[in-house]
Every structure is written in C-alpha cells, then in structure tokens.
C-alpha cells in the first residue's frame, strides 16, 4: 500500500494539493481492494464528507485515517456517519501517547451485511426487547424455541432495555438463537472509552443490536469467511496497514471474546462525539 504511506506523508509535509485531491488519487487504489460491484468513487465522496462534518478528523495522522478508508473498501461499505445508514464509521480518537488516530467502527447494518455476503443465512433478525414487552424462550427435545410480542404502549429506550436477541435461519435448515442481557451490554460497552460518544451515544439500541451480532460471530453461530473474521477482530481499531515492502505502518490488537478495546480521548463533548480542548 506504498500509494497510502505517501499520499499520507506528503499531506503532512503542506505539498500544495488538497486532502480531496488525494483522495481522488488514491481512488485506484481503493477499487483495487473492493469487492466485486462496487466503485471507489462514492466512497471517496463519502470519506470527504465523513472528514468535513467530523473536523477532528483532519487532526487525525493521515495514515490512520486512509487506512480506515482502506478497510471500508475492502468490504464495500461506506462511512455511515454521513448518511445515518450504521454501515461503518471513521472515528477520532487519541491515544495514551497524545497522538490523534481514526477509529474503524463497523455498524449494526455493516454487521449484517457482512453475515448475508456469505449466501448461507437464509433469514436473520435481531430484536430489542424492552420491560412490557411479552417474551420467553426454551429448549426442549424439538429445539430452541422462543415468543415475541411487544407492548406498544410501553416506553422504549436504553433505560427499558431487558434484552437483546438474534435469530437467523441457515440455507441447510440449521437456526441461531442468542440473546443478551441489558447487563452483558452494558458490560461491553463500559469497556469501550468510546461509551459517551458516536454511535454508543447517538444509537445505543443498534450497538445493542450490533454487539449480539458480534458474539454470535465471536462464538462461530453465523458463517464467517476469513475476510470477516478479520473486520470483526479490527472492529473499533485502526486497522493494519503494510507498505509494498513489508512493513506495518499500523497494526490492531487481537479481541477476545466481545472486547472493545478502543483507545479514545478523555476530553470528549458528549453532545458531538468530538476531541475538544482540555
């Protein structure tokens, strides 16, 4: 990725061409790693309005910003923090060293979209359920079975959350069924410093949704190609990135089981998601 690494330093040394130039030059290079169908040009849009609309993200070390931008090629999703569509998002951060980064975050959308690129789900559902709501499960001789029937006149929200479950159904005729408590999501994201901003903050019912997704993924109930395996693990990090020698401009930590371990800054606006000034 020798395109990224130099496009990356030359943006830090002021050369006369805008970030949006860059960007436009790099588009090969984004097509080049996208699944077949899809075209680098709205992406590239989408990145441009992403770093507009977040402007701390313009602080962020270039590298990791456009290789977050790699990882939302490779899987042909596009920055949703734009379009509201919780496909993924580019987020700032700063780690313990004081320097600024992007944050690769796949969303709810992106998690299932990624679950039917594998043409072996026939049908998958994930459900919030809140205190009203009528709704059981079991296991018997003829397998799991569950009951659903929400109260509508019940208040909804993060503070009703009971639970959070997924059901899909297989081509082969096998199903899943997982659900989680409100305890066990709030446990994961008490461990994500990003729990008082972006998508925590603004969609704490889809990143229940999304977090059910992923230990399901995690405990391999839903098919996963070895291309999903990696964007769940690099999930909430700034993905790896290699030049065409070798080298690592940025690696990830490996996640154990529904780990989010995201770096992010202390001196955060709750009400914007963004780094502002101590």
């Known amino acids: 990725m020798g395109d990224i690494s130099k496009a990356s330093g030359e943006l830090a040394t002021g050369k006369k061409d805008t970030f949006k130039d860059y960007m436009q ?26 770093r507009n609309q977040t402007p701390k993200l313009a602080e962020c070390d270039m590298s ?3 290789s977050c931008c790699l990882r939302c090629a490779s899987l042909g999703l596009e920055p949703s923090a734009v379009d509201g569509l919780g496909n993924a998002y580019i987020l700032p951060y700063k780690e313990k060293g ?24 026939s049908t998958i559902r994930t459900q919030c359920v809140y205190e009203g709501d009528d709704f059981d499960y079991y296991e018997d001789e003829g397998g799991l079975h569950f009951h659903y029937r ?4 019940a208040p909804h929200g993060e503070a009703n959350l009971k639970l959070v479950y997924l059901s899909a159904h297989m081509k082969d005729g096998g199903s899943v069924f997982l659900a989680m408590s409100k305890n066990e999501v709030d446990a994961i994201k008490a461990r994500s410093k990003a729990q008082g901003f972006g998508p925590w903050k603004t969609d704490y019912e889809a990143m229940a949704e999304k977090t059910v997704i992923r230990r399901a993924f995690n405990r391999g109930l839903l098919p996963r190609s070895v291309e999903v395996a990696k964007a769940v693990s690099q999930d909430e990090t700034t993905p790896e990135v290699y030049t065409e020698d070798g080298q690592r401009i940025f690696g990830y930590e490996d996640t154990a089981d529904d780990a989010e371990v995201i770096e992010v800054p202390d001196n955060v606006n709750p009400e914007t998601g963004e780094v502002v000034d101590a």
């Open 25 to 50: 030059r790099l588009a090969p290079t984004f097509q080049s790693v996208m699944p077949k169908g899809f075209t680098s040009e709205r992406l590239v849009q989408m990145a441009i309005s992403a």
């Open 64 to 66: 990791s910003f456009l």
């Open 98 to 121: 004081g320097k600024m980064l992007a944050q690769f975050q796949l969303g709810k959308n992106g998690m299932l979209e990624l679950v039917k690129r594998s043409g072996l789900v």
């Open 150 to 153: 929400p109260n509508l006149e």
